[in-house]
């Protein structure tokens, strides 16, 4: 069974620093990769997602994500955060071969400092 | 493009009582899921719709869970005989259904249900 692993429950960081969350996942196929965000009181909205190609993909909001097939990883990066970025971030794995069912990881909290 | 709606946004009820949820997709999305948020915890697949067919439902909670959608447009989800436990967000998304790139779920704002 596919699951993701988001080992960090909160991140702190100033805001204008660097920002990456971390996010590896078991799959047995090559998978399609997902980083959705949510506010309090939202739903979730897709940051960026990966299926196939390029391995560092780009997405809203200046993120990015590279997959390494090597290390089982799909990490976020952000260059510089600003305080509207201080949300919960789910990573998710979505099952290929038609269903695209997500499995997500238990979510990071980031707060940022001003 | 109105998004995906919710209603209610919020249901308190007490134990024992039957709950429905109801879920309007974009109007031109094919595929509709439920997910249930517990507090702390990302959101769990329940079951999914490619038009008025359920084409997964094996992993509903419980067979108290359950869900419909008659007309390939909206869909409610029910919950019968709440327990305390099935206090949640229950989220709902939908997608083109289309094919691997147009697998982008899009989701509600949810329903936050609490058992009292």
């Known amino acids: 069974a596919q699951s993701v692993t988001q080992p960090d429950i909160h991140i702190t960081v100033s805001e204008g620093a660097s920002l990456e969350l971390r996010c590896n996942y078991s799959y047995g196929a090559t998978p399609y990769l997902f980083w959705y965000v949510q506010s309090p009181g939202q739903g979730l909205q897709l940051l960026l997602k990966?299926?196939?190609?390029?391995?560092l993909v780009q997405g809203i909001k200046g993120f990015e994500a590279e997959f390494k097939r090597s290390q089982s990883s799909f990490n976020l990066r952000k260059p510089s955060v600003h305080w509207s970025d201080a949300a919960e971030y789910f990573c998710a794995v979505g099952e290929t071969g038609g269903s695209y069912i997500p499995t997500f990881g238990r979510g990071t909290s980031l707060i940022v400092h001003p | 493009d109105t998004g995906v709606s919710q209603n209610p946004r919020h249901k308190i009820t007490k134990r024992g009582q039957n709950v429905t949820f109801r879920c309007d997709p974009i109007s031109e999305h094919n595929r509709l899921y439920w997910y249930r948020q517990t507090l702390g915890q990302g959101p769990e697949f329940l079951t999914y719709f490619q038009n008025e067919a359920q084409l997964e439902k094996s992993r509903l909670l419980s067979d108290r869970f359950s869900a419909e959608r008659p007309k390939g447009s909206f869909s409610t989800l029910e919950i019968q005989r709440t327990e305390q436990g099935d206090s949640a967000m229950y989220l709902c998304?939908?997608?083109?259904?289309?094919?691997?790139?147009?697998?982008?779920?899009?989701f509600g704002p949810g329903t936050r249900l609490l058992v009292l």
């Open positions: 990966y299926f196939s190609g390029d391995t």
């Open positions: 998304a939908s997608s083109l259904g289309a094919g691997d790139n147009q697998e982008t779920q899009y």
